[in-house]
């Protein structure tokens, strides 16, 4: 059988706070590297502290890609994302580096290495809170906002079609593409690399959650309440009917933060509910790569070594290190 001469790819995988970034900046600078984010809040410009977007000086450490490409207003789907994150590999193997994967959105990981599917599968919660919504406001209101996010779709389905409103609203809300967007693309196809696949996770949850505790109170000590102000006072979002239904703003942590800015929340149930939706990222990204059969999971605590060795055995001759 023929080697196999995919060009290399390591990718960096686990819930928010596990230590991913921090890693892949090391191994990028001891093997040759560049980062390429898998995050679908570091696309966005502005969301800088909540989002943990790599600052000033790691960034001139070590080259990142598929930061600050919309504006909060603005779409972004795990689509275009696959497109993009390939040519950035495409560029980065071609430069004679390797590309290193860092990040814990599983759609955008999912998009990318495998091909997406037609659209994204029915989700029972997100089909749960749009009926809660739909019970609360009835579905016309539910309509007003398709046609808001996805004027094609609302000139098709009738306000008095609540299965077809929330199936487009639950794609909207899942991938923050369109359904007509969906319906008219094609899929794009998988990446053509060698993936080595490596999850950070924590084996004791209660460490994972007080990682994710203390990072949050360092982003408020940093300024992340103003930095939501700031994004507040920008003329283009002000003009958006629902800001807090953009992809952007329902980012963990900057969702809390507008309601408690709009005074919605205090400052203790602010805390606790940025803390708590964490958390519940963190559940959900852990049962994403659960279905990564080929990934291996590593504790970063203390199988630093065994991750060590599992990256320079993936590695050609000249990148390894003693």
Not at 263 to 291: H, P
Request: hydrophobic share 50%; charged share 20%; net charge positive.
């Amino acid at each position: 059988m023929p080697a196999d001469a995919r060009p290399l790819a390591v990718a960096l995988m686990g819930p928010t706070a596990s230590g991913k970034t921090a890693l892949a900046v090391e191994w990028a600078q001891r093997f040759n590297g560049e980062i390429v984010s898998v995050d679908s809040a570091l696309v966005y410009r502005g969301l800088d502290i909540g989002a943990a977007k790599p600052d000033a000086t790691m960034l001139a450490r070590v080259p990142h890609h598929l930061l600050n490409l919309r504006e909060p207003w603005q779409p972004y789907s795990a689509a275009e994302f696959a497109l993009d994150a390939s040519q950035a590999i495409a560029d980065i193997v071609a430069r004679g580096r390797l590309p290193i994967l860092a990040g814990g959105t599983g759609l955008y990981f999912r998009a990318l290495l495998h091909g997406l599917a037609p659209m994204p599968e029915a989700n029972p919660a997100m089909r749960a809170q749009l009926a809660s919504e739909a019970r609360l406001l009835g579905w016309p209101a539910m309509h007003q906002r398709l046609a808001a996010i996805d004027p094609a779709a609302a000139a098709r389905i009738k306000p008095t079609d609540p299965q077809r409103i929330q199936r487009a609203l639950e794609v909207f809300q899942l991938s923050g593409r369109p359904i007509s967007a969906w319906q008219r693309d094609p899929a794009p196809a998988a990446l053509s690399c060698r993936v080595l696949k490596l999850v950070l996770a924590p084996q004791d949850r209660s460490v994972l959650h007080a990682r994710i505790e203390a990072r949050f109170e360092q982003m408020l000590a940093a300024g992340f309440l103003d930095e939501v102000g700031r994004l507040r006072g920008l003329p283009a979002l002000q003009a958006v009917e629902a800001p807090l239904d953009l992809p952007a703003i329902r980012a963990v942590g900057y969702r809390q933060a507008w309601l408690h800015l709009d005074g919605v929340l205090d400052a203790v149930e602010f805390r606790d509910q940025a803390i708590f939706a964490t958390r519940q990222l963190a559940k959900r990204q852990l049962t994403w790569l659960r279905g990564e059969r080929d990934a291996r999971w590593f504790d970063p605590s203390s199988d630093r070594a065994a991750l060590e060795t599992a990256l320079q055995l993936f590695l050609p001759g000249k990148l390894r290190t003693a």
